[in-house]
């Protein structure tokens, strides 16, 4: 038994010795440039290699007031954020609902209102997830305040990154960071698709609906959010007020001609959608075209 002992011990000699070794040739950690702002985080490219925070040093120059008609979701999160910066109670946000409603353009907007007041954004794309212990590694107990951003969040059955977020939002055993909060859109409520056969394993117990299993995995996960945040379809009047919102930020001289409503209406129904990022593409064209055909 002790000679089995003495074996077991000298081969674990001998790998903390080869590993060692290894660790000298690893690529060095990049060094994150903290004289930015906004950070999008990527993956080593190589064996061992680590992941970095790349800086953006130029982000999207959007304000809360470039939303439109979705008053109510701009003053909950605008209110959550603040008590954030206050190091005051804040939650975790999952913006949902229906696509080019404004669910990224707030999170952006937000970033650049409180920027000043010491607000970063960090983005992190769905494959990353995994990552998310190193990244919170690497700014927690900065003076900072980070918000991480995933856009447009959904995961497919059987993808197991999603246990990162889980994890990270509520369920590791170790505490997050003060300093950080997760903003997350995303077209599914529920982060997860649905199928109608698991609505079959639901019983009814004592007038209490309970859900199956499967159901209950997926709401789990977006249960870790705390403000939920919905958006719905725009109707043709509100469709229409955002492009005259963004028809005279971007300087076009014609805003409320009929002229000009028929053409966005007649936009929209090529596009097949009456959405905020529709209307912003509209005015984009139309004032484009008034600049170039200006002597």
Same mark, same amino acid.
């Given at each position: 038994m002790a000679d089995h002992d003495t074996r077991f011990a000298a081969l674990l000699e001998r790998a903390e010795g080869l590993l060692g070794r290894l660790e000298q040739h690893l690529p060095p950690? +990049?060094?994150? %440039?903290?004289?930015?702002?906004?950070?999008r985080w990527r993956r080593g490219g190589g064996f061992g290699a680590q992941g970095r925070?790349?800086?953006?040093h130029r982000p999207h120059a959007l304000t809360l007031d470039d939303l439109c008609c979705v008053d109510a979701q701009r003053e909950e999160i605008d209110r959550n954020t603040r008590q954030f910066l206050a190091g005051a109670g804040a939650n975790n946000v999952?913006?949902?609902g229906a696509r080019g409603t404004g669910k990224s353009t707030l999170v952006k907007a937000l970033f650049n209102t409180?920027?000043?007041?010491?607000?970063?954004?960090?983005?992190?794309?769905?494959?990353e997830l995994v990552d998310?212990?190193?990244?919170? +590694?690497?700014? %927690?107990?900065?003076?900072?305040?980070f918000i991480l951003y995933c856009d447009d969040l959904s995961?497919?059955?059987?993808?197991?990154?999603?246990?990162?977020l889980k994890a990270a939002l509520d369920g590791s055993i170790g505490a997050p960071p003060d300093n950080v909060l997760i903003y997350a859109t995303s077209n599914r409520r529920h982060l997860l698709p649905e199928f109608q056969r698991e609505n079959r394993d639901s019983?009814?117990?004592?007038?209490?609906?309970?859900?199956?299993?499967s159901v209950e995995e997926k709401i789990s996960l977006s249960d870790r959010f705390g403000l939920w945040l919905s958006f719905q379809p725009f109707s043709q009047g509100q469709y229409l007020s955002v492009c005259r919102h963004w028809l005279k930020r971007l300087g076009a001289g014609d805003v409320d001609g009929p002229d000009v409503e028929r053409a966005a209406l007649q936009w929209a129904l090529r596009r097949g959608s009456r959405s905020g990022r529709t209307a912003h593409q509209f005015a984009r064209d139309r004032a484009g075209r008034e600049r170039l055909a200006q002597p």
């Open positions: 950690a +990049a060094d994150t %440039d903290w004289s930015a702002h906004a950070w925070l790349e800086a953006v999952l913006l949902s409180y920027r000043d007041k010491g607000l970063r954004l960090i983005e992190v794309d769905k494959a998310l212990p190193d990244i919170l +590694a690497r700014i %927690d107990g900065r003076d900072e305040r995961f497919e059955a059987g993808e197991g990154s999603y246990k990162a019983r009814v117990i004592d007038s209490e609906i309970h859900h199956g299993e």
